[in-house]
T-cell receptor, first 115, second 114 residues
Framework: DTGVSQDPRHKITKRGQNVTFRCDPI?????LYWYRQTLGQGPEFLTY????????KSRLLSDRFSAERPKGSFSTLEIQRTEQGDSAMYLC?????????????FGPGTRLTVT | KQEVTQIPAALSVPEGENLVLNCSFT??????LQWFRQDPGKGLTSLLL?????REQTSGRLNASLDKSSGRSTLYIAASQPGDSATYLC?????????????FGAGTRLFVKA
């Protein structure tokens, strides 16, 4: 257990529905990342927060995706009008801000299945 | 554009064997390289982090090296055990417009036979 938690761990939804995932970081970690991982591939960067500011978004993050980190603590990732291609593992990772090591600590992930 | 490649994609070895996993990257302008372990259906566990100024890091039976100029890193696992069976991912951290981003390889799936 890295100290980063994600909820839910599994989500099955029908195409067209909206889903929201939550990530709770390690308390002193001010940097938070979202990744998507499909079977047999490494994680792909989606978006990055430093405190409550969303500083970068990948081109993978289409208009149907939105992420927030309202108070610089937990973060949510919402997918609207889900498509079958959204089926993947969604991973959250956090980094302690006052260190130069930038070591990432990952949560257990949320596995999304769109039927 | 940074590309990270891991070879081999899969590896099966008998218990007790020493083994080397390879990671290569195309852009040497990296801040660090991190090796992770991932068990099926689970998140990533950090194994070793090598800063760009370092050549290697060791933790128990694991040793990771970094040759930034040639764009290569290796993860050496000594005296492999069935519990080492997992996917091993390497990731490089580099600058980007918003700060930093991490690029992952596709991983090496390791199976250690008892």
């Amino acid at each position: 257990d890295t100290g980063v938690s994600q909820d839910p761990r599994h989500k099955i939804t029908k195409r067209g529905q909206n889903v929201t995932f939550r990530c709770d970081p390690i308390s002193e970690h001010n940097r938070l990342y979202w990744y998507r991982q499909t079977l047999g591939q490494g994680p792909e960067f989606l978006t990055y927060f430093q405190n409550e500011a969303q500083l970068e978004k990948s081109r993978l993050l289409s208009d149907r995706f939105s992420a927030e980190r309202p108070k610089g603590s937990f973060s949510t990732l919402e997918i609207q009008r889900t498509e079958q291609g959204d089926s993947a593992m969604y991973l959250c990772a956090t980094v302690r801000g006052d260190t130069h090591s930038y070591e990432q600590y990952f949560g257990p992930g949320t596995r999304l299945t769109v039927t | 554009k940074q590309e990270v490649t891991q070879i081999p994609a899969a590896l099966s070895v008998p218990e007790g064997e020493n083994l080397v996993l390879n990671c290569s990257f195309t852009d040497s302008a990296i801040y660090n390289l991190q090796w992770f372990r991932q068990d099926p259906g689970k998140g990533l566990t950090s194994l070793l982090l090598i800063q760009s100024s370092q050549r290697e890091q060791t933790s128990g039976r694991l040793n990771a090296s970094l040759d930034k100029s040639s764009g290569r890193s290796t993860l050496y696992i000594a005296a492999s055990q069935p519990g080492d069976s997992a996917t091993y991912l390497c990731a490089v951290r580099q600058g980007s417009t918003g700060g930093f981003k991490t690029i992952f390889g596709a991983g090496t799936r390791l199976f250690v036979k008892a």
